[in-house]
């Protein structure tokens, strides 16, 4: 009986579902972080009798066939991109990204990694990183002596100090942009990595070729709506109960066929 196999991979789909759902939830509170949502598709079918089939000596076909499905895959797991609301810290090195586009760093392997996470921070040496530790790219040094640091929309960093009246300008901080962003790899952290699927990375200046501009001393909070997820929870669990159901039901219907004497 080919049911228990179905419901058992309907089983499954809404297990897939219910842990996606589990890490919205648990990532309402990250910074800059998007929802995903599940998505499945229909396993590949049985054709015990295909449309069009002649049936008869006189050509008659058959207008639908017969097409037995075996059950559901998961497709996709894809990012529901959105803008996250932006709230005020007043940090001098807080950023959130009004619009589109990454922050890019410098991972210890040398290769380039994308974030929406402005909560940057001073290293040791004045290096500007993320708070893994990750430098911001293009490298930005702030000076030991800087009374303070102002960055404005176009992303452009000034140090202030306290012999000088006029700031000095350190650097500008760029974004980076993609064609398509969800096919971005997610490796955790708060970074993405660059896929085939997401094509190269288009980088520009804030404000500029459709990008967004830089908010200082704010971040962007998670797009994720607890309300929405709750919902969406609800019904994965119904649907987990009714393909628990359905294999309960296959099972009498065999316990039926075997009491037969």
Partial sequence: M???????????AQQTRVEVI???????????????????????????TRPGTITSTTGAMVPAGVQLGLGV?????????????LSQTNGDLDIAIDGNGYLEVTLPSG??????DGSLKRS???????????????????????????????????????DRVEPENLGQITLANFVNE????????????????????????????????????????SSVDPVREI???????????????VISAADQMLGTTVQVR
């Fill in 231 to 245: 919902a969406e929870l609800i019904k994965a669990q119904r649907g987990y109960e009714l393909n628990s159901k």
């Fill in 182 to 221: 969800k096919g971005l790899e997610a490796i955790g952290s708060n970074l993405f990595l660059e896929s085939t699927a997401s094509g190269a990375a288009q980088v520009a200046s804030p404000g500029e070729e459709g990008l967004g501009t830089i908010r200082a001393g704010f971040l962007e909070e």
């Fill in 111 to 116: 290769i380039s990694a994308y974030t929406r």
């Fill in 22 to 48: 589990s890490n919205n939830l648990a990532n309402m509170s990250t910074t800059g972080y998007n929802p995903r949502r599940a998505e499945f598709a229909d396993l590949q079918y049985q054709q015990a």
């Fill in 2 to 12: 080919k049911a228990l196999q179905i419901a058992a991979t309907g089983m499954s």
């Fill in 124 to 162: 040791a040496e004045g290096q500007v990183v993320t708070s893994d530790g990750y430098p911001l790219v293009p490298d930005i040094t702030i000076p030991e002596d800087a009374r303070s640091i102002a960055i404005n929309a176009n992303g452009e960093v000034y140090a202030y100090f306290n």
């Fill in 73 to 85: 895959r998961p497709a996709a797991v894809t990012v529901m991109l959105g803008q996250g609301s």
